[in-house]
């Protein structure tokens, strides 16, 4: 596969519920279409989204299809330099958690699903140490807490 792109499906704090890898050559509105494929089953309550301005040309389809209401996060007319933008920062801080796995910051693999179950490993380990953090990690916080 030469070159592929990463959708990710997230809730509002930025945990992983659907991963879809495609190649490169598929445009951002047909990766939507699949990535709410994928989610529906798994999310059916879900009914809101915000997206990027690369996914505005799927919202109308993922409507009709779907029935969730997609927010095109765009930015201010008068807007210079880099700027935080609503909802948005929720999809890029998640994608900033999975480079923190080596082998997610760079695309070493050959096929999709390889890179899919690799991302959803690194979402569990980041999930497992959520749940149950190892004080040996930060014996900071360890003193704190005693």
């Not at 592929?4 to 951002?28: E, M, N, P, Y």
């Not at 930015?75 to 609503?86: W, Y």
């Not at 760079?106 to 179950?117: G, L």
Request: aromatic content about 10%.
């Amino acid at each position: 596969m030469k070159g592929t792109k990463r959708f990710i499906a997230v809730d509002t704090s930025g945990l992983l519920l659907r991963v879809a890898v495609l190649s490169a050559s598929v445009q951002d509105w047909d990766g939507l279409l699949d990535l709410c494929l994928l989610t529906q089953p798994i999310a059916p309550r879900v009914s809101v989204g915000w997206v990027d301005q690369g996914f505005a040309a799927g919202v109308a389809t993922v409507k009709a299809q779907y029935g969730w209401e997609l927010t095109v996060v765009t930015k201010a007319p008068d807007q210079r330099g880099f700027v935080v933008q609503p909802r948005r920062w929720v999809v890029e801080r998640t994608f900033a958690w999975l480079t923190d796995c080596r082998r997610l910051a760079k695309d070493y693999e050959v096929y999709a699903e390889t890179s899919e179950t690799f991302i959803y490993l690194a979402m569990i380990q980041l999930m497992l140490r959520r749940l149950a953090p190892d004080p040996n990690l930060r014996p900071w916080k360890a003193a704190h807490a005693a």
